[in-house]
């Protein structure tokens, strides 16, 4: 079982549509969790940081939960700009991380 | 946030030569990190860069494979030896930064071919 485990996706959807993404991780002890967005053919870049109280940031809201061992990512009326990989990240001990295998997800007109 | 550098961004080279690549970050972090992400796939941790000691590697990668420089703290090197078609990848250079929430930054990438 892989550790960081999400959605294999892809996901297709019209714009304006809401879509969300799940992701389990199998290390209790695990300390931080992240959201975050790969366009094609660049680095990875932070989409926002998951709290166990949940946060949202605009269109965008996450969601921990440490007894399920589970978060989600929330995409409301869903852009163009939105096509991207989704990547989950958990992080442990001494900053390391790791990630999910990504969900695509493509916007469509 | 943190800004981070690479060189080269990318590279072709002959199978059985060595290439290294360098990161540079515009501020001072204690942990840096060098990643791979092989085509189609996530990223895979290779080992953590230990300012003034050796680095930590991870299941399956190995220090003669994979030598790492950390002189500072702002700077690392990464060296692919004696690559082979398979190391064809993009190397991922990252820090993380301390606060409430240690949040994680990477580098542009270096997209290597071996041929």
């Known amino acids: ?109 | 946030s943190a800004v981070i550098s690479q060189k080269p961004s990318r590279d072709i080279c002959q199978r059985g030569t060595s290439l290294t690549i360098q990161c540079q970050v515009d501020s001072q972090v204690t942990m840096m990190f060098w990643y791979r992400q092989q085509p189609g796939q996530s990223l895979t941790l290779i080992a953590t860069a230990n300012q003034g000691s050796e680095a930590t590697y991870e299941s399956g990668f190995v220090i003669d494979k994979f030598p790492i420089s950390r002189p500072n703290l702002t700077f690392s090197t990464l060296t692919v030896s004696n690559m082979s078609p398979e190391d064809s990848s993009i190397y991922l250079c990252s820090v993380l930064t301390s606060g409430a929430y240690n949040e994680q930054f990477f580098g542009p990438g270096t997209r290597l071919t071996v041929l």
Not at chain 1, 68 to 94: E, G, M
């Open chain 1, 1 to 109: 079982r892989k550790e960081v485990e999400q959605d294999p996706g892809p996901f297709n959807v019209p714009e304006g549509a809401t879509v969300a993404f799940n992701c389990t991780y199998s290390n209790s002890a695990s300390q931080s969790f992240f959201w975050y967005r790969q366009d094609c053919r660049k680095e990875p870049k932070l989409l926002m940081s998951v709290y166990s109280s949940g946060n949202e940031d605009g269109r965008f809201t996450a969601q921990l939960n440490r007894a399920s061992q589970y978060i989600s990512l929330l995409i409301r009326d869903s852009k163009l700009s939105d096509s991207a990989t989704y990547l989950c990240v958990v992080t442990a001990n001494a900053g390391k991380s790791t990630f999910g295998d990504g969900t695509t997800l493509t916007v469509k007109p």
